[in-house]
């Protein structure tokens, strides 16, 4: 059976030690191949300069373009976004699409304790994981501890785990159909 594609694209200068390991460990968590793309420059008609961010719908369109035939993209930058219902945004997920933008520089926000980076990189996984439950057809989820848990600021987002809760894994395999696509330790 054929392995769902997933691609990494990096937007303008979203590049970092960090992104290695995210692909390694999105590579166990998940049975599908992994791919990262060459750094893409800004798409520049996304960007307002009356509110100094880019609109995140043209990005994932945009993404989506790039991508070609994966089946999910996932596009990381350093750049701040905004959507049509808020004036700041960490992620925006087009189901439809399967296309989702992640703002990593948010995500390093008020960070602390003695691995800052580390609390960084946990975030990053965790919305990217949120991410791909969501293109993959998962509702936001009521458990706070759940990755899906749509947290409403970074300390939510600290709190909650980076796994599926048991109903999302149920919801994730009854959607994904017979295609073993989460490891089982995931
Ligand atoms: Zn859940």
Redesign the pocket.
């Known amino acids: 059976m054929r392995r769902p594609r997933i691609l990494i694209v990096p937007v303008g200068k979203a590049v970092g030690p960090w992104l290695e390991r995210l692909m390694g460990q999105l590579a166990e968590a998940f049975i599908a191949q992994i791919e990262l793309a060459k750094p893409i420059p800004y798409p520049l008609p996304a960007f307002n300069p009356a509110r100094k961010r880019f609109f995140a719908h043209l990005i994932i369109d945009y993404l989506r373009e790039v991508a070609g035939n994966v089946d999910f993209v996932v596009g990381l930058t350093d750049v701040e976004l905004y959507s049509v219902h808020c004036n700041s945004v960490i992620c925006e997920t087009h189901f439809q699409a399967r296309s989702a933008v992640i703002s990593v520089g948010r995500l390093r926000d008020f960070l602390f304790g003695e691995k800052p980076e580390e609390v960084f990189y946990q975030r990053l996984y965790k919305e990217i994981l949120r991410a791909l439950g969501h293109m993959m057809g998962l509702p936001p989820?009521s458990?706070p501890h759940?990755v899906?848990y749509p947290s409403l600021s970074l300390y939510e987002t600290d709190l909650k785990s980076s796994s599926?809760?048991p109903?999302?894994l149920l919801k994730l395999r009854l959607r994904v159909g017979p295609l073993p696509f989460l490891r089982e330790s995931g």
Do not use: D, G, K, P
């Open positions: 989820c458990n759940c899906m599926f809760c109903e999302c």
